[in-house]
């Protein structure tokens, strides 16, 4: 199935509701891990209830971060389909990544190499796009993170390199989130990023995810 709609929520979100709204793939938060171990628990508890065939995803702080490790052990736990890596500055973070996903399988009892990974690139990882190309097997796809003016230079050479960093090596390509609130412009941004080659969109609020699956659907 085409992924459209990458839906981030909170671990705090009541799963039927969160269901309910449709999206291809909903990616759990876990920034605040360790603060939210025990919502992560509960919130995977009551998806495989709703949702028993339909994977979960799963929002890694930066690798920067003192929480990444913990992060990727809870994520394995409970049955990461991928891991979504923000921040992501070069393909090098993501063979970091690679490696420590690996040591976590293993001492899960997994086969190595089940998780995919999806990178969003910052800033310096929008300057060195190419390094991503084959830099892991586990590169499922390539986004960015936004926070610029859509109507920028800026914005529009950042994801006019993600989606062509994609294309070159064959993995979907991630447009960032909309501002919430605006269905309008989450209608401009959708078209504009379908007809610059990406498949999908990050979503942070639920009802962005229709209005982006009926656009990633044309």
Same mark, same amino acid.
């Given at each position: 199935?085409?992924?459209?709609? %990458?839906?981030?929520?909170?671990?705090?979100?009541?799963?039927?509701?969160?269901?309910?709204?449709?999206?291809?793939?909903?990616?759990?938060?876990?920034?605040?891990?360790?603060?939210?171990?025990?919502?992560?628990?509960?919130?995977?508890?009551? %998806?495989?209830?709703?949702?028993?065939?339909?994977?979960?995803?799963?929002?890694?702080?930066?690798?920067?971060?003192?929480?990444?490790?913990?992060?990727?052990?809870?994520?394995?736990?409970?049955?990461?389909?991928?891991?979504?890596?923000?921040?992501?500055?070069?393909?090098?973070?993501? @063979?970091?990544?690679?490696?420590?996903?690996?040591?976590?399988?293993?001492?899960?009892?997994?086969?190595?190499?089940?998780? @995919?990974?999806?990178?969003?690139?910052?800033?310096?990882?929008?300057?060195?796009?190419?390094?991503?190309?084959?830099?892991?097997?586990?590169?499922?796809?390539?986004? %960015?993170?936004?926070?610029?003016?859509?109507?920028?230079?800026?914005?529009?050479?950042?994801?006019?390199?993600?989606?062509?960093?994609?294309?070159?090596?064959?993995?979907?390509?991630?447009?960032?989130?909309?501002?919430?609130?605006?269905?309008?412009?989450?209608?401009?941004?959708?078209?504009?990023?379908?007809?610059?080659?990406?498949?999908?969109?990050?979503?942070?609020?639920?009802? @962005?995810?229709?209005?982006?699956?009926?656009?990633?659907?044309?």
């Amino acid at each position: 199935m085409k992924i459209r709609s %990458w839906f981030i929520v909170d671990p705090s979100a009541k799963a039927a509701t969160v269901h309910s709204a449709g999206a291809d793939v909903v990616v759990l938060d876990l920034t605040d891990v360790p603060e939210s171990r025990n919502a992560v628990g509960d919130f995977c508890r009551a %998806w495989a209830d709703l949702a028993p065939a339909a994977e979960l995803a799963f929002l890694l702080p930066a690798l920067s971060s003192a929480r990444t490790e913990a992060a990727i052990d809870l994520a394995i736990r409970y049955g990461a389909a991928s891991v979504v890596l923000p921040g992501a500055r070069s393909g090098a973070e993501v @063979q970091r990544l690679d490696m420590a996903l690996r040591v976590a399988e293993i001492r899960a009892g997994l086969a190595p190499g089940k998780t @995919q990974i999806v990178a969003l690139a910052d800033a310096a990882g929008i300057l060195a796009a190419s390094s991503f190309a084959r830099c892991s097997n586990r590169l499922a796809a390539l986004g %960015w993170e936004g926070g610029y003016d859509p109507s920028s230079d800026t914005a529009r050479l950042a994801a006019g390199t993600i989606a062509l960093t994609a294309a070159a090596a064959d993995i979907a390509a991630i447009d960032a989130a909309s501002p919430a609130g605006d269905a309008a412009i989450l209608l401009s941004d959708c078209e504009r990023a379908r007809a610059n080659g990406f498949s999908g969109k990050l979503c942070r609020s639920s009802d @962005q995810v229709p209005i982006v699956n009926r656009i990633f659907s044309v």
